[in-house]
């Protein structure tokens, strides 16, 4: 054989082996490659899944903050109705005061009528203009030593016991 065939061999040899080496370098360059999309698709898959569960998260945040408001909301409103109830029942705690005193007014002067059409009961304690109010709770001892005398209490009623 001679020389120039056996550079020619080599030479095939070394073209072969240098298809071989890329055909190999193509072929793991493209798994690596699909390996590393592969990655990054799932990657991008773990991100997705993050990004939905974060909006999740902060769409909950933002429902339990409008359930804040909404109770807030609600917690003022009653307490307005609460002031206008208290307010209404202070005119109508008024008023019945008011009605009560004209009674009380109305029942002292039947009281004083009473005791000017009675002959029993003491004029000076009537004209003294003393209260009914305070001649109630501190009765005057003329006046019941009349009525033990007469056997008749205040107004007509008996006061034997």
């Keep these: 054989m001679d020389t120039s065939t056996i550079v020619w061999i080599i030479v095939g040899i070394v073209v072969v082996i240098a298809i071989v080496v890329v055909i190999i370098v193509m072929a793991t360059g493209n798994r690596r490659r699909e390996a590393r999309l592969e990655a990054d698709r799932r990657r991008a898959a773990d991100l997705r899944q993050s990004a939905a569960e974060t909006d999740a998260a902060a769409r909950q945040r933002e429902a339990d903050a409008a359930a804040a408001a909404a109770d807030a909301k609600r917690a003022e409103a009653a307490a307005a109705q609460a002031r206008l109830d208290s307010e ?74």
């Excluded at 029942?89 to 009281?111: P, V």
């Excluded at 004083?112 to 304690?125: H, M, S, Y």
């Design 88 to 161: 209404r029942l202070a005119r109508e705690s008024e008023a019945r005061n008011a009605d009560a005193a004209d009674l009380h007014t109305e029942a002292d002067d039947r009281l004083k009528k009473a005791d000017r059409l009675d002959p029993d009961v003491d004029d000076t304690a009537r004209d003294a203009n003393v209260d009914t109010t305070a001649r109630d709770a501190d009765v005057d001892t003329t006046a019941r030593d009349a009525d033990v005398e007469t056997g008749r209490g205040r107004h007509g009623t008996s006061t034997s016991a």
